[in-house]
């Protein structure tokens, strides 16, 4: 284990050296998992909302359809969000073909799979007497979402966890949009790679791979913390 | 739509045209995948199984261990596996990194968390009073062992089908250890990414359609054992 150990402790001074690259990287990391995953939840908790709660037809299939979503390769998103963006593509004019900005994109579009199927999940495990309940008082739409997630709330932010985890760890898609430039639209897994493959320097991958596996405990542990205190977050339920 | 739309044009061509590379890098893919999953089977059914049915101290813990590994990002674990497989390192004299046994490796590892975490949970989720029944009546450990398998069938096959998954479209690690070399022990996935970041979009397009038809083909098929009601009867034999 000499060699590993020798790598590993030359890394850890470079996590902490006056050019702030790794540090720089890991705030990059943090921006774009929290905002892939806020957005997703906007867009996302509405339609998993939808595809639990709703009683129309095509429901299934919406479901089935959401859960296969969720084995979307990153890479062939990826290519997708990059063809649209691309100038001569149908998103062209937006100019955000390898920028930081297709980074949140295309790690958007890989966080929304997860809130989408997992949501409808969470709340159809609920008991159904408690939803009916609350029709047959007079709930109303948002009444009812609001006591859904309340009640799968457990289920709501495993969804969550999963959709962050994946934009701290994912790198196919944010190296096929962002083009992977060194400190600007890099995330801590897309610098590894680099610093491997294109440069062959261990001790910047493992300083690298250090703060990323510390980011993920740190982060992922606090969402765990949060899921697991049952009186945590209370979503209230306007009755009258 | 217009780019999209050409290179999917340019692409369908491609395909047909029974190019020798792609062949050689669907067959390659295809092999990985499997290849992958059996050994992650092979070496992690006996461990979920454990963790699932055991009756010892600590194992609420590792399963919890076992949940947490579902969360590690490829691309530590290529970094980690890079670092060992190099000349330098403990395994160096093996010499295989930038080889297509280095990507066999690498993808078994990233699939054992899937098969690990949650065979565990499906085995946990059967009734237990099935498992203690059969205690009672004196089934030994492996017979227990092949009667839960047979039981949550469809929760193990779903982690198989997971594990497919990520050996099919993971590119972190095996970009890292085996160093995406043209033709040689690229995936289906990492090809992709060669591809488009050599701008070559129609080839990517290509092996990006490709790719989902592989998945679609391989992990329909699992999902159709899966829902087969008679299907494979792992028979558990009483008398013995």
């Avoid at chain 1, 509405?46 to 990153?74: E, M, V």
């Avoid at chain 1, 949140?104 to 890989?110: D, K, P, R, W």
């Avoid at chain 2, 701008?199 to 087969?228: E, K, N, P, S, W």
Wanted: aromatic share 6%; hydrophobic share 55%; net charge positive.
């Amino acid at each position: 284990m000499g060699f590993l150990w020798h790598e590993v402790r030359a890394a850890i001074p470079l996590i902490f050296s006056s050019d702030d690259y790794i540090l720089s990287v890991a705030w990059v990391t943090i921006k774009v998992a929290l905002v892939s995953t806020a957005i997703a939840l906007v867009i996302g908790l509405p339609i998993g909302l939808t595809i639990g709660l709703g009683r129309f037809r095509g429901r299934r299939a919406l479901h089935i359809l959401a859960n296969a979503s969720l084995a979307l390769p990153p890479i062939i998103a990826g290519l997708v969000v990059l063809l649209l963006v691309q100038p001569a593509g149908a998103f062209g004019s937006l100019h955000i073909a390898y920028t930081l900005s297709a980074v949140y994109v295309a790690q958007t579009v890989l966080a929304l799979p997860y809130i989408v199927a997992l949501t409808p999940a969470a709340i159809q495990g609920l008991p159904p007497q408690l939803i009916a309940q609350a029709r047959a008082f007079g709930a109303g739409r948002v009444q009812l979402s609001l006591l859904a997630l309340r009640e799968a709330k457990i289920g709501v932010l495993a969804a969550v966890i999963a959709a962050f985890g994946g934009a701290l760890a994912e790198v196919g898609a944010v190296v096929i949009v962002g083009g992977n430039i060194q400190n600007y639209d890099q995330t801590l897994a897309s610098a590894i790679l680099q610093q491997i493959n294109d440069y062959a320097d261990y001790p910047y991958a493992v300083g690298l791979g250090l703060v990323l596996s510390a980011l993920i405990l740190v982060l992922i542990g606090l969402l765990t913390v949060l899921q697991q205190r049952t009186s945590g977050i209370h979503l209230r339920f306007r009755v009258g | 739509m217009g780019l999209l739309w050409s290179e999917l044009r340019d692409a369908v061509p491609l395909i047909f045209h029974g190019n020798p590379y792609l062949l050689s890098v669907i067959w390659f893919t295809v092999q990985v995948a499997l290849i992958a999953t059996a050994t992650a089977a092979v070496i992690g059914l006996p461990i979920g199984l454990t963790i699932g049915l055991g009756r010892f101290r600590g194992r609420a813990t590792l399963q919890a261990i076992a949940n947490a590994t579902l969360g590690l990002p490829p691309v530590l674990v290529g970094l980690f596996l890079f670092l060992i497989l190099v000349p330098e390192g403990p395994l160096g004299g093996l010499h295989l990194t930038v080889t297509r046994r280095a990507v066999f490796i690498a993808q078994a590892i990233l699939a054992l968390p899937y098969v690990i975490a949650l065979s565990a949970a499906a085995v946990q989720g059967l009734g237990s009073g099935l498992i203690d029944q059969a205690r009672l009546l004196g089934a030994g450990r492996l017979q227990l062992y092949v009667l839960a398998l047979r039981e949550a069938r469809i929760g193990v096959i779903a982690a198989l089908i997971a594990a497919l998954g990520t050996a099919l479209s993971e590119v972190g690690a095996i970009v890292i250890v085996g160093g995406n070399v043209y033709g040689y022990d690229q995936t289906l996935a990492s090809a992709a990414l060669y591809e488009a970041n050599a701008a070559r979009y129609a080839d990517a397009v290509a092996i990006g359609i490709v790719l989902t038809g592989v998945i679609l083909a391989m992990m329909g098929g699992l999902g159709f054992l899966q829902h087969q009601g008679g299907g494979i009867r792992l028979r558990p034999r009483a008398e013995t």
